[in-house]
């Protein structure tokens, strides 16, 4: 990993710049799947389970001829015989953790008289219909079927799906269908990529559209989200390869620091893992841990790639090192020194921050209870992670009784009337009107 020893702060912003991912042709290749789907529907779906997933021709119409995309009953009972009973303890643990700090989250409804006559409330409602995108591939993530699924069942929405690509013999990973159907999501199809978001975006024969899309995905599927939001379609959050930094002192334990950075590396040839610490000691011993631990892992290839692209900045101090965090803005933050509740206390920009040498990220990915699904690439700086916030919205109500209409009349006309806006005025005259024929002093 590339070292900066004391780099000058005029320099921090250019060091904390994210490796960019060569995107030339990426437009144009999403936009050509986004309009295929939109033209053709579960055609050109079934087409790209051919292409992308390499499904035999006529597969999926074979395993169910009524609706080939959905996964059938058949196949999510045969899914909860195919997953060992200690994982399903683990993702049955997973999920009280998850709950249990979700549920934390859930908001009341208000109401407050402003003025006499005038009563504003703020009423929280579910999202109607949400889409979950689910990767598949070498890693599929069932966890992540947890962290988007209970914030949304305890948010309350009533529709929702799932999307996840097919394997080659046109099934679902086992894990991710179990626990879907744990989280009461018991309608999911058979797409991946950017034809997935598609259609959950603008809706198929199969499937409906829907009003919010949730998910992590490659670069194909973070670039159809991003071009679906322009067509009107709510996303959870721009995002990009996944990152962690880990800020370490004198008192951090090296193997624990590689192990997370190594973690995290994990994720893909993009992903940036960085170490900022207090000396050039500290740099050494994490760096010798990681040639030590790399070579029992698999993976390699990927991780050595993950590795070029990372690196390690060396600062005086554990003030530069938060300020150098925040110009950074990670999504995820380990705190590796003395007294992490002191510095985290300081913390502005992250997507979630892991405090002391026993906090490790794979905790937050899977069990501690937070959520995994983060902004990345420096959203941090004004995007918050995925919570129940995250599937609803709020709407405010008004009530004016006549009294209350008299006494914010005047002012209501006065301001509209400096903005030129002599209907609005209108609107509250006319009422006044009426209220002096119906009752005059």
Same mark, same amino acid.
């Given at each position: 990993?590339?070292?900066?020893?004391?780099?000058?702060?005029?320099?921090?912003?250019?060091?904390?710049?994210?490796?960019?991912?060569?995107?030339?042709?990426?437009?144009?290749?999403?936009?050509?799947?986004?309009?295929?789907?939109? &033209?053709?529907?579960?055609?050109?779906?079934?087409?790209?389970?051919?292409?992308?997933?390499?499904?035999?021709?006529?597969?999926?119409?074979?395993? &169910?001829?009524?609706?080939?995309?959905?996964?059938?009953?058949?196949?999510?009972?045969?899914?909860?015989?195919?997953?060992?009973?200690?994982?399903?303890?683990?993702?049955?643990?997973?999920?009280?953790?998850?709950?249990?700090?979700?549920?934390?989250?859930?908001?009341?409804?208000?109401?407050?008289?402003?003025?006499?006559?005038?009563?504003?409330?703020?009423?929280?409602?579910?999202?109607?219909?949400?889409?979950?995108?689910?990767?598949?591939?070498?890693?599929?993530?069932?966890?992540?079927?947890?962290?988007?699924?209970?914030?949304?069942?305890?948010?309350?929405?009533?529709?929702?799906?799932?999307?996840?690509?097919?394997?080659?013999?046109?099934?679902?990973?086992?894990?991710?269908?179990?626990?879907?159907?744990?989280?009461?999501?018991?309608?999911?199809?058979?797409?991946?990529?950017?034809?997935?978001?598609?259609?959950?975006?603008?809706?198929?024969?199969?499937?409906?559209?829907?009003?919010?899309?949730?998910?992590?995905?490659?670069?194909?599927?973070?670039?159809?989200?991003?071009?679906?939001?322009?067509?009107?379609?709510?996303?959870?959050?721009?995002?990009?390869?996944?990152?962690?930094?880990?800020?370490?002192?004198?008192?951090?334990?090296?193997?624990?620091?590689?192990?997370?950075?190594?973690?995290?590396?994990?994720?893909?040839?993009?992903?940036?893992?960085?170490?900022?610490?207090?000396?050039?000691?500290?740099?050494?011993?994490?760096?010798?841990?990681?040639?030590?631990?790399?070579?029992?892992?698999?993976?390699?290839?990927?991780?050595?790639?993950?590795?070029?692209?990372?690196?390690?900045?060396?600062?005086?101090?554990?003030?530069?090192?938060?300020?150098?965090?925040?110009?950074?803005?990670?999504?995820?933050?380990?705190?590796?020194?003395?007294?992490?509740?002191?510095?985290?206390?300081?913390?502005?920009?992250?997507?979630?921050?892991?405090?002391?040498?026993?906090?490790?990220?794979?905790?937050?990915?899977?069990?501690?209870?937070?959520?995994?699904?983060?902004?990345?690439?420096?959203?941090?700086?004004?995007?918050?992670?995925?919570?129940?916030?995250?599937?609803?919205?709020?709407?405010?109500?008004?009530?004016?009784?006549?009294?209350?209409?008299?006494?914010?009349?005047?002012?209501?006309?006065?301001?509209?009337?400096?903005?030129?806006?002599?209907?609005?005025?209108?609107?509250?005259?006319?009422?006044?009107?009426?209220?002096?024929?119906?009752?005059?002093?």
């Amino acid at each position: 990993m590339k070292t900066y020893i004391q780099p000058s702060p005029d320099k921090w912003e250019e060091i904390c710049r994210k490796r960019a991912v060569d995107e030339s042709g990426l437009q144009e290749k999403v936009g050509s799947i986004l309009s295929l789907v939109r &033209n053709d529907g579960d055609k050109a779906l079934l087409d790209m389970a051919v292409r992308f997933d390499r499904v035999k021709e006529g597969l999926l119409q074979q395993i &169910n001829p009524d609706c080939p995309l959905k996964v059938t009953e058949e196949e999510f009972a045969a899914a909860q015989g195919k997953v060992a009973p200690e994982v399903k303890a683990a993702i049955a643990k997973a999920k009280d953790n998850i709950e249990s700090f979700h549920t934390r989250q859930k908001a009341c409804d208000y109401s407050v008289e402003t003025v006499p006559g005038v009563v504003c409330s703020y009423k929280r409602v579910p999202i109607r219909r949400v889409g979950l995108y689910i990767p598949g591939g070498t890693a599929p993530l069932f966890s992540t079927v947890l962290m988007l699924a209970v914030p949304a069942q305890i948010a309350g929405c009533p529709d929702v799906i799932l999307c996840t690509p097919p394997r080659a013999d046109g099934s679902v990973d086992e894990h991710i269908l179990y626990t879907a159907k744990l989280c009461g999501i018991t309608t999911v199809y058979k797409c991946g990529g950017a034809g997935a978001i598609a259609a959950m975006a603008y809706g198929t024969e199969s499937i409906t559209k829907r009003d919010k899309i949730f998910g992590p995905g490659n670069h194909f599927v973070m670039k159809a989200k991003q071009m679906v939001q322009g067509d009107g379609v709510a996303i959870d959050m721009p995002a990009g390869p996944s990152e962690v930094m880990v800020l370490a002192d004198e008192t951090a334990v090296p193997a624990f620091v590689a192990a997370d950075l190594l973690s995290q590396a994990e994720h893909g040839v993009n992903s940036q893992a960085v170490l900022v610490c207090t000396s050039e000691g500290i740099a050494k011993a994490v760096q010798a841990e990681i040639d030590r631990q790399l070579r029992v892992l698999p993976r390699q290839e990927l991780l050595l790639k993950s590795l070029e692209g990372s690196f390690m900045c060396v600062l005086k101090d554990r003030d530069d090192m938060l300020s150098f965090a925040e110009t950074y803005a990670p999504e995820h933050l380990i705190l590796s020194v003395d007294d992490p509740s002191e510095l985290a206390s300081r913390v502005y920009r992250a997507g979630s921050v892991f405090l002391g040498n026993y906090s490790p990220e794979s905790a937050g990915d899977y069990a501690s209870g937070t959520n995994h699904t983060l902004p990345t690439s420096s959203w941090a700086r004004s995007f918050s992670g995925v919570g129940v916030e995250s599937f609803c919205r709020h709407i405010s109500f008004q009530g004016l009784s006549p009294e209350g209409l008299r006494g914010l009349s005047d002012t209501i006309r006065t301001m509209a009337d400096a903005e030129g806006l002599a209907a609005h005025s209108a609107a509250v005259t006319v009422r006044l009107s009426s209220l002096e024929e119906a009752c005059p002093e």
